[in-house]
C-alpha cells in the first residue's frame, strides 16, 4: 500500500533564507507527483507537476525534483517571503491508476518570519 | 486550467440534519471528480470520485452520498448530519494529468 510521508511536519524560517521540503512515498510505480500549497481555511493550489519521466519542474522561486527510484521528492523554496507561509502537500498518483486518485502526505506547514 | 466552484462556503447545521453541498467545473469536459474531506489536524481522507455521470465509486463506507446529475456537476449529500461529519470538503477534478481543487466548504455539525 502506498504511503506518502512528508517531513518535517512545521518549519520556521528567517525571510531570505533557501529551504527544502521533503517527501517520500513507498511504492516507486508511480504516474506523477503533484506539490500543491494550502493557506488556512482555503482549498489547495496546484504548484508542480513532475511526470514519472521527469527528474524535476521549475516554477519562479520553486523547484521540485523527483528521483522515482529512492522514492523521493523534494521542493526548493528560494529566497523564501513570508508570502511563502502556508502548509505544504505533495502527492502521488499510482501508475495502477485509472481514475487519477491521489495519495496524499501529511503537509509540511512553513511560516517564514519578517 | 480548470475552475471549480464549491458552495456553499461554510455551512453550520444540527446533527440530523440534511446535507447538501455543490461543485461544478469550468474549462474541462469529462473530468474525474472528486470529494475529499479534510478533519481538524489530519490529512486529506477520499470519500468519493466519478469517472462519468452517474458513476460514482466509494472509498470509505460512511454516513454520504454522492452522485454526478452531469458531466460538470458533483453533489455531495447526506439524509442525517453526524457530529464526525464536520470537515471542510473540497471537490476535485483531474482533466488529464493535473488535480485542480476547488475552495471548498467548511461544514460545522452541531
Known amino acids: 500500500k502506498q504511503e506518502v510521508t512528508q517531513i518535517p511536519a512545521a518549519l520556521s524560517v528567517p525571510e531570505g533564507e533557501n529551504l527544502v521540503l521533503n517527501c517520500s512515498f513507498t511504492?516507486?510505480?508511480?504516474?506523477?507527483l503533484q506539490w500543491f500549497r494550502q493557506d488556512p481555511g482555503k482549498g489547495l493550489t496546484s504548484l508542480l507537476l513532475i511526470q514519472s519521466s521527469q527528474r524535476e519542474q521549475t516554477s519562479g522561486r520553486l523547484n521540485a525534483s523527483l528521483d522515482k527510484s529512492s522514492g523521493r521528492s523534494t521542493l526548493y523554496i528560494a529566497a523564501s517571503q513570508p508570502g511563502d507561509s502556508a502548509t505544504y502537500l505533495c502527492?502521488?498518483?499510482?501508475?495502477?491508476?485509472?481514475?487519477?486518485?491521489?495519495?496524499f502526505g501529511q503537509g509540511t506547514t512553513l511560516q517564514v518570519k519578517p | 486550467s480548470q475552475t471549480i466552484h464549491q458552495w456553499p462556503a461554510t455551512l453550520v447545521q444540527p446533527v440530523g440534519s440534511p446535507l447538501s453541498l455543490e461543485c461544478t467545473v469550468e474549462g474541462t469536459s469529462n473530468p474525474n471528480l472528486y470529494w475529499y474531506r479534510q478533519a481538524a489536524g489530519r490529512g486529506l481522507q477520499l470519500l468519493f470520485y466519478?469517472?462519468?455521470?452517474?458513476?460514482i465509486s466509494s472509498e470509505v463506507p460512511q454516513n454520504l452520498s454522492a452522485s454526478r446529475p452531469q458531466d460538470r456537476q458533483f453533489i455531495l449529500s447526506s439524509k442525517k448530519l453526524l457530529l464526525s461529519d464536520s470537515g471542510f470538503y473540497l471537490c476535485?477534478?483531474?482533466?488529464?494529468?493535473?488535480?485542480?481543487f476547488g475552495p471548498g466548504t467548511r461544514l460545522t455539525v452541531l
Open positions: 511504492d516507486s510505480a508511480i504516474y506523477n
Open positions: 502527492a502521488v498518483r499510482e501508475l495502477s491508476s485509472n481514475t487519477g486518485k491521489l495519495i
Open positions: 476535485a477534478s483531474t482533466g488529464y494529468n493535473e488535480q485542480f
Open positions: 466519478s469517472v462519468g455521470i452517474g458513476q
